[in-house]
């Protein structure tokens, strides 16, 4: 069984997100950068996947050529291969990057080169929650959003969701693109040899096209919301506080 | 018109389906128009009431003998049919989990971009006090420069989850938008309407129910869950072990809340990932949050930010979660969660 997870990177943003001067982006040159965390247990799934059933696994991304870096992340988790679709690092649409990834799976002979797509169910920055859903559309495949349990048996996928009161379980014939949610798996931490061999592995870069459709929906500036920054009302220290706390809680919430 | 997609839960509109009618409301006044609601399920046809009262028009109820449960793409074809069918200017979907799915789908059979989670939208610059003071001079919203809901429109979302805002704009035959959650406080309508109900049946075939909901496998979790939750105890990595958790669980019972725990915790693998709080976690809302021994990173403040106070429990007074909550005690978890057990055990 092939399977393909794709990913996307993002900054590794921490305590308080500043944005560039011209309010486009996150100013991100006093940061790392990462991959959201879906997408992190996506990689893990599809290694597990393989592992279990056998075949090949593939991370994806579209992105900068910076973005080589979240896919030998992928590779040193012990992914067999990674692609990029190479941009020149500007905001791609959740559907010219469904279309772009959609060409890419498609290959040559437009057979679908993977039994099972894995993505996040929503990036850890845009957020728009599509594109797993427009890929499977623009493939003719079928698609179930925010898994948290998977399990592939003849073919089938039996795939978990989280709802109120339970989990809404989904039988769905493979290939498939199937939208995951961190808590799906634990994710593995590469070693550091596996890190060195990433480092030499060979990642190709494909130029994608860029396909758009009728109707447009475009940033115009990040704004960071004013927050109150005013330090708490100290209730006291240590078990000292205890009666303050006590007092907060039955007179100003009242909770008890 | 502007057609607002509501989902049912125990027979009853959402509530975050009456928070997207709210700003859907909004929206068509705005544009000067009419609101619908399109609803699927047999008991759907008995919250046409409710539905009125929420400024609702016509309520469209999608029938067709195989959606007897969910199926997100044969939901998505079917609003997408309806749109083409009755035309709406706006399609606004609650920024749930299934409001974004039937959504992406209907985006993607009718070709056009979404605009997800958002918190505003105003149209062709006029905010909706312009307009309203507009038709208070004796012109209509339309009048005021707007060509309604054809017109650009102007919104701001999440990025982030709520920790950054987005100013983007949104140009499209249909408008596409989801709500953003917790942002559009659920108000009954000024007048309440009696609205027409009206049944659609899609043209839908094998394909689209390649995915539907087979079962569904209830929870054996006891508890009150964390997103209902009135009180939430959390613990981050300060907390240094999966045993010293029992003193925050302890805490959350005589408060009759839940538990929950930072991303960190649950990575250290002292709590189950369905207890985590943040941005790949439960989103809450309670009265009061208490987090002990958290730091209080973006990526879990955007999972609490619904919390009416927060009360944090921390050793470090430099840590980022004191200057978002409203009350601290500084100090060691260890030493003043089993204080407040026992000062709350002798209140009982």
Request: glycine letters at 10%; a negative charge; proline letters at 4%.
């Given at each position: 069984?092939?399977?393909?997870?794709?990913?996307?990177r993002?900054?590794?943003?921490?305590?308080?997100?500043?944005?560039?001067?011209?309010?486009?982006n996150?100013d991100a040159?006093?940061?790392g950068?990462?991959?959201?965390?879906?997408e992190?247990?996506?990689?893990?799934?599809a290694?597990q996947?393989?592992?279990?059933h056998?075949?090949?696994?593939?991370?994806?991304?579209?992105?900068p050529?910076?973005?080589?870096?979240?896919?030998?992340?992928?590779?040193?988790?012990?992914?067999?291969?990674?692609?990029?679709?190479?941009?020149?690092?500007?905001?791609?649409?959740?559907?010219?990057?469904?279309?772009a990834?959609a060409?890419?799976?498609?290959?040559?002979?437009?057979?679908?080169?993977h039994?099972l797509?894995?993505?996040?169910n929503?990036?850890?920055?845009?957020?728009?929650y599509?594109v797993?859903v427009?890929?499977?559309?623009?493939l003719?495949l079928?698609?179930?959003?925010?898994i948290?349990?998977?399990?592939?048996?003849?073919?089938?996928?039996?795939?978990?969701?989280?709802?109120?009161g339970?989990?809404?379980?989904?039988?769905?014939e493979?290939?498939a693109?199937?939208?995951?949610?961190?808590?799906i798996?634990?994710?593995?931490?590469?070693?550091?040899?596996?890190?060195?061999?990433?480092?030499?592995q060979e990642?190709?870069?494909?130029t994608p096209e860029?396909?758009?459709?009728p109707g447009?929906f475009?940033?115009?500036?990040?704004?960071?919301p004013?927050?109150d920054?005013?330090?708490?009302?100290?209730?006291?220290?240590?078990?000292?506080?205890?009666?303050?706390?006590?007092e907060?809680?039955?007179?100003?919430?009242e909770?008890? | 018109?502007?057609?607002?997609l509501?989902e049912?839960?125990?027979?009853?509109?959402a509530?975050?389906?009456?928070e997207?009618?709210?700003?859907?409301?909004?929206?068509?006044?705005?544009t000067?128009?009419?609101?619908?609601?399109?609803?699927?399920?047999?008991?759907?046809?008995?919250?046409?009431?409710?539905?009125?009262?929420?400024?609702?028009?016509?309520?469209?109820?999608?029938t067709?003998d195989?959606?007897d449960?969910?199926?997100?793409?044969?939901?998505?074809?079917?609003?997408a049919q309806?749109?083409?069918?009755?035309?709406?200017?706006?399609?606004?979907a609650?920024?749930?989990?299934r409001?974004?799915e039937?959504?992406s789908?209907?985006g993607?059979?009718?070709d056009?971009?979404i605009?997800?989670n958002?918190?505003?939208?105003?149209?062709?610059?006029?905010?909706?006090?312009?307009?309203?003071?507009?038709?208070?001079?004796g012109?209509?919203a339309?009048?005021?420069?707007?060509?309604?809901?054809g017109?650009?429109?102007?919104?701001?979302?999440h990025?982030?989850?709520?920790?950054?805002?987005?100013?983007?704009?949104?140009?499209a035959?249909?408008?596409?938008?989801?709500?953003?959650?917790?942002?559009?406080?659920?108000?009954?309508?000024?007048?309440?309407?009696?609205?027409?109900?009206?049944?659609?049946?899609?043209?839908?075939?094998?394909?689209?129910?390649?995915?539907?909901?087979?079962?569904?496998e209830?929870?054996?979790?006891?508890?009150?869950?964390?997103?209902?939750?009135?009180v939430?105890?959390?613990?981050?990595?300060?907390?240094?072990?999966?045993?010293?958790?029992?003193?925050?669980e302890?805490?959350?019972?005589?408060?009759?809340?839940?538990?929950?725990?930072?991303r960190?915790?649950v990575?250290?693998g002292w709590?189950?990932?369905?207890?985590?709080?943040?941005?790949?976690g439960?989103?809450?809302?309670p009265?009061?949050?208490?987090?002990?021994?958290?730091?209080?990173?973006?990526?879990?403040?955007?999972g609490?930010k619904g919390?009416?106070?927060?009360?944090?429990?921390?050793?470090?007074?430099?840590?980022?979660?004191?200057?978002?909550?409203?009350?601290?005690?500084?100090?060691?978890?260890?030493?003043?969660?089993?204080?407040?057990?026992?000062?709350?055990?002798?209140?009982q």
């Amino acid at each position: 069984m092939d399977v393909l997870a794709c990913i996307k990177r993002v900054p590794d943003t921490g305590a308080k997100i500043v944005l560039t001067d011209d309010n486009q982006n996150i100013d991100a040159s006093n940061l790392g950068f990462t991959m959201s965390p879906h997408e992190e247990c996506a990689i893990e799934e599809a290694i597990q996947q393989v592992e279990e059933h056998g075949g090949t696994s593939t991370v994806l991304t579209l992105g900068p050529e910076e973005a080589t870096e979240q896919l030998r992340t992928g590779l040193a988790m012990q992914v067999d291969e990674a692609t990029l679709l190479q941009t020149e690092g500007e905001e791609w649409s959740p559907r010219s990057t469904a279309n772009a990834i959609a060409d890419a799976v498609r290959g040559d002979n437009g057979e679908i080169d993977h039994d099972l797509l894995l993505f996040g169910n929503e990036s850890a920055d845009t957020a728009n929650y599509q594109v797993g859903v427009r890929v499977a559309r623009e493939l003719g495949l079928p698609c179930v959003a925010g898994i948290k349990t998977l399990d592939v048996e003849d073919g089938t996928a039996i795939a978990k969701r989280e709802v109120s009161g339970g989990e809404e379980v989904y039988e769905v014939e493979l290939p498939a693109v199937i939208t995951v949610k961190e808590g799906i798996n634990e994710p593995r931490y590469a070693s550091m040899r596996a890190k060195m061999q990433a480092r030499r592995q060979e990642v190709p870069a494909k130029t994608p096209e860029h396909r758009e459709g009728p109707g447009a929906f475009e940033k115009v500036r990040l704004e960071a919301p004013e927050e109150d920054d005013s330090d708490a009302e100290i209730l006291g220290e240590g078990p000292d506080a205890v009666p303050n706390v006590l007092e907060v809680l039955r007179d100003d919430v009242e909770v008890i | 018109m502007v057609l607002a997609l509501v989902e049912q839960e125990q027979g009853e509109p959402a509530e975050t389906s009456l928070e997207t009618l709210s700003f859907a409301r909004e929206l068509a006044a705005d544009t000067d128009t009419d609101l619908a609601a399109v609803v699927f399920g047999e008991e759907a046809s008995g919250t046409a009431g409710t539905l009125g009262e929420h400024g609702v028009s016509t309520v469209h109820h999608v029938t067709h003998d195989r959606l007897d449960g969910y199926a997100p793409q044969a939901w998505g074809e079917s609003v997408a049919q309806l749109v083409e069918t009755i035309d709406p200017g706006a399609l606004l979907a609650p920024g749930s989990d299934r409001g974004h799915e039937v959504l992406s789908h209907a985006g993607a059979t009718l070709d056009l971009p979404i605009a997800a989670n958002c918190t505003t939208a105003e149209v062709q610059g006029a905010t909706v006090d312009e307009q309203a003071a507009a038709v208070a001079d004796g012109g209509t919203a339309s009048d005021s420069g707007s060509s309604g809901a054809g017109a650009e429109w102007q919104v701001t979302r999440h990025r982030w989850g709520g920790s950054l805002v987005e100013h983007a704009r949104l140009d499209a035959e249909t408008k596409l938008v989801t709500a953003a959650e917790h942002e559009h406080p659920i108000e009954p309508a000024a007048e309440a309407l009696e609205p027409a109900v009206e049944s659609f049946e899609p043209s839908l075939d094998d394909s689209q129910f390649r995915v539907q909901v087979t079962r569904l496998e209830e929870s054996d979790v006891e508890g009150v869950p964390l997103g209902e939750a009135r009180v939430v105890v959390s613990g981050g990595r300060g907390v240094g072990s999966a045993e010293d958790f029992d003193q925050l669980e302890e805490l959350a019972d005589l408060l009759g809340g839940a538990l929950g725990a930072s991303r960190a915790a649950v990575n250290e693998g002292w709590r189950a990932h369905d207890d985590q709080i943040g941005l790949t976690g439960a989103k809450i809302s309670p009265d009061i949050y208490i987090p002990c021994g958290i730091s209080g990173a973006v990526q879990h403040m955007v999972g609490c930010k619904g919390a009416a106070n927060i009360l944090a429990i921390n050793t470090d007074p430099e840590a980022a979660i004191m200057q978002k909550a409203d009350y601290a005690v500084l100090g060691d978890l260890h030493e003043v969660v089993p204080a407040l057990n026992e000062a709350l055990r002798d209140e009982q």
